[in-house]
C-alpha cells in the first residue's frame, strides 16, 4: 500500500535538475517493497544504498559501512525509528538521520521529534522531497569513501516502476 502512495505522490521526474552528489546512504524499512523501490529510486539519483529490514541489522550495517545519512522508518517491529535515530547519534553525532512515517505532522511537534532526528518526511512524500533533503543533510560533509559527483540520472521513477513489473 505504501508504494501506491508514492507512485501517486511522485513527480514524472523527480530527479530533474543538477545531479546530487552521490552519497552513501542507509535505508531501514521493514516494508520490503516500499524500501527496494526506493532503494532503487535513490540509486538511479546517483547515490549508493545499503538496505535493512530492520533496526538492529541497520545498526549492524553502520557499524561496518562508512555512510553518508541515515533513513529510518518510526514504526518497526523491534527497534522503532526513534531508537534507531538515538543509537545512530549516540555513536556518530554528526551523521544526519531522516525519519520517515505516515504521521509527520502529529510527531514534528513532539519534543523527542529534533533530539535525534535531522528531518522527518511524511509519508506518503515525492522522491523529489527525499532527495532535497538529502543533498541538503549532506550538503556541507565531505563524500564518503571519496566518491566523485554523479553523472545525470538516466532513469526516472517511471523507468523504475516499468522495470519493476517487467521483472515480476
Known sequence: MELCHLVAEASPSPMAG????????????????FRRTLAQLLSAAGHHVVEAAEGSAGLALL???????????????????????QLVKATHPRLPVVLVTGGAD????????REHVDAILGK???????????????????V????????EPRASFRG???LRRRDR
Open 124 to 142: 506518503p512524500f515525492p522522491v523529489a522531497e527525499l532527495l532535497a533533503v538529502i543533498a541538503r543533510l549532506t550538503s556541507a560533509a565531505p
Open 160 to 162: 523504475v516502476l516499468a
Open 144 to 151: 564518503a569513501a571519496g566518491r566523485q559527483a554523479a553523472t
Open 18 to 33: 543538477p545531479s546530487p552528489v552521490p552519497r552513501r546512504l542507509l535505508l531501514i524499512d521493514d516494508h520490503a517493497s
Open 106 to 113: 502529529a510527531i514534528a511537534s513532539e519534543p523527542r521529534a
Open 63 to 85: 557499524r561496518q559501512e562508512t555512510l553518508d545519512l541515515v533513513v529510518t522508518d518510526r514504526d518497526m517491529p523491534g527497534l522503532t525509528g526513534w531508537e534507531v535515530a
